[in-house]
């Protein structure tokens, strides 16, 4: 039966949640970093973004400032590219990273890059899942029938961790794709490649994270469920 304060929970639970507070350390360090330093070329993260993908020939995919931090992404479902203020208006290595990155999942969906497609498939799964998970638990808490549920919790978090799983590899590629980008247009320079490589890495160690952090609550989940049968 699952216990708070069952040593076996937090073995499971803190190399995750540790690995999660120093990626997102090194992501706001980076980021912070090089947000502070101009590109050359004086171009804002909108107008490196619409390059790449005007260059592409994905005119047709707009390019919109939303609200927040680091809430940048690209909606397959809307075939658009959403900035967050700070990297649609900045002229910095920073600003202009992450958003030739986001246009590199729009090159990935022109392409029919098969990750991206795999990952497009499971993400009304992963949502319900990510739903799901929380009220399953507490009700087989609260009615005493955890150990019924927890076929049910191992299925939901199979599910995070396959998404995790396939994301890890769509995000490093489209940072690769991102870079070659950058430099091929002359988007960025040289002496900014380790700049922009910085702040995209350190973007994908969050990720990385995640994928760590979803494969050691499906281990518990899967320890708690045998140690339950003996």
Do not use: C
Not at 40 to 62: F, K, W, Y
Not at 96 to 117: D, K, M, S, T
Request: net charge neutral; hydrophobic share 50%; proline share 4%.
């Amino acid at each position: 039966m699952f216990n708070l304060f069952d040593p076996l929970y937090w073995l499971f639970l803190i190399p995750g949640l540790l690995l999660g507070i120093w990626a997102q350390m090194k992501l706001h360090h980076a980021y912070r970093k090089y947000s502070q330093i101009p590109v050359d070329s004086g171009m804002t993260g909108a107008q490196a973004a619409r390059e790449v993908l005007d260059q592409a020939g994905l005119t047709n995919v707009p390019v919109e400032e939303i609200p927040g931090h680091l809430s940048d992404h690209y909606d397959p479902t809307k075939r658009a590219l959403f900035l967050s203020s700070d990297n649609f208006h900045g002229q910095t290595v920073a600003a202009v990273g992450v958003a030739a990155h986001e246009a590199g999942h729009a090159l990935q969906h022109q392409a029919a890059y098969g990750l991206f497609q795999v990952r497009m498939a499971l993400v009304p799964v992963t949502q319900f899942a990510s739903m799901a998970y929380i009220p399953i638990f507490f009700a087989g808490i609260i009615f005493h029938m955890l150990n019924v549920m927890l076929p049910i919790i191992i299925g939901t978090f199979a599910v995070i961790t396959l998404f995790q799983l396939v994301t890890l590899p769509v995000e490093y590629d489209a940072s690769r794709r991102a870079k070659e980008q950058l430099f091929r247009l002359g988007l960025v320079h040289e002496h900014e490649r380790a700049g922009v490589s910085q702040v995209l890495g350190a973007a994908a160690l969050t990720y990385v994270a995640a994928l760590v952090s979803s494969i050691l609550n499906l281990l518990y989940y899967i320890t708690l469920a045998r140690n339950s049968r003996n």
